[in-house]
């Protein structure tokens, strides 16, 4: 090295490495940074980096974010008492989900702070006010509500955010940025598994009736029927098993069925037991589910399944997120394909 010697056993700070290298501190930070585009000659990019290497030199964590503006904090808002049963760490989604964030989380240096929604608040006293500190630098949504205005408030105030698969309703001035599975497609598939089977007349257990699941669901449903002649008779129902119940029971009191169309596999026990109230259960039952987690096998009652890639949702959320932290893109929407797991014994082709 042409700068001067560095004294051995002592804590190496940028200055010290400017030093070492014999150039300003403001160039060693920019090399650092990845900052240095075309200014700095290559060689001299990778003097700095080598020194740095030999050094052991480590970067000052809050100096990094007063350069950078950012605090390497993503913020991920969960509802305190989600629609299914339990906390939110019972939803197998939602596990799954966190668990494909955690590679990329890796990878990129950022790092995630929980939130758990608190409806009796108002959004300001809670994550705006982590933006305005600095504290986080992007909002991922899991489980909003149609009704939240989330998105109005953060689009109004340049905050980076993300809907992670369900959204409020969007409006025409304002397109939510999210990543979600593709749930029309899958629904589509599940639903035409069932005519091939042979379902001329389907109970439809759907979701939350202003979902933005239900409506992409219903999309899908409609898409495969289309020209069938198969009859639909639409419940709603929350993605619990005693409404479930209660709703599907209600239905068949009133009429017989030969399949049953279930939105989610967390209604399942509902919908079983009321279909063996009525003789239905058993071999004589076909019935589909349009939202299963992908680490879950086909029930013996299962004709076919939509399995759901929570994993690469999970991925593509962190990913996304930063894209928009970074001003790469302004707008994010993107739909994680499912997949269709079909049960042989209810086909004889």
Request: charged share 25%; aromatic share 6%.
């Amino acid at each position: 090295m042409n700068g001067k010697e560095y004294p051995a056993g002592r804590s190496c700070s940028i200055r010290d490495l400017a030093r070492y290298v014999g150039l300003s501190t403001c160039t060693v930070s920019k090399v650092l940074n990845n900052r240095a585009g075309r200014k700095i000659p290559p060689a001299t990019q990778e003097r700095v980096l080598a020194a740095a290497r030999e050094l052991n030199y480590v970067p000052n964590v809050n100096a990094q974010r007063l350069f950078r503006r950012r605090s390497g904090v993503i913020g991920l808002l969960v509802p305190a008492h989600p629609m299914t049963p339990g906390n939110v760490f019972g939803d197998s989604h939602f596990v799954d989900i966190l668990s494909g964030m955690e590679p990329r989380l890796e990878e990129s240096d950022y790092h995630l702070m929980l939130l758990f929604r608190n409806e009796e608040k108002r959004p300001d006293e809670s994550y705006q006010r982590l933006f305005r500190a600095g504290t986080i630098d992007g909002l991922l949504i899991w489980g909003a509500s149609p009704e939240c205005g989330y998105h109005r408030e953060l689009e109004e105030n340049g905050m980076p955010y993300l809907f992670i698969t369900s959204t409020p309703a969007a409006e025409d001035s304002v397109q939510v940025n999210t990543v979600a599975s593709d749930y029309r497609r899958t629904a589509a598939e599940v639903t035409g598994a069932m005519v091939r089977a042979g379902c001329r007349k389907l109970l439809y257990l759907a979701g939350p009736e202003k979902s933005s699941v239900t409506a992409a669901m219903r999309l899908g449903v409609d898409d495969a029927l289309a020209g069938s002649g198969v009859r639909l008779v639409t419940r709603f129902s929350r993605y619990v098993p005693d409404e479930a119940r209660n709703a599907a029971f209600e239905a068949l009191k009133r009429e017989q069925f030969d399949g049953i169309l279930n939105v989610s596999r967390d209604m399942t026990p509902g919908v079983l037991e009321a279909a063996e109230a009525f003789g239905t259960g058993g071999d004589m039952l076909r019935m589909a589910t349009l939202d299963c987690a992908s680490n879950r096998p086909l029930l013996p009652q299962e004709l076919a399944a939509g399995q759901v890639d929570d994993l690469s949702i999970g991925r593509a959320a962190i990913d996304s997120l930063i894209e928009l932290i970074e001003r790469k893109t302004a707008r994010i929407s993107k739909r994680i394909p499912g997949t269709l797991a079909v049960n042989p014994r209810f086909f004889t082709d």
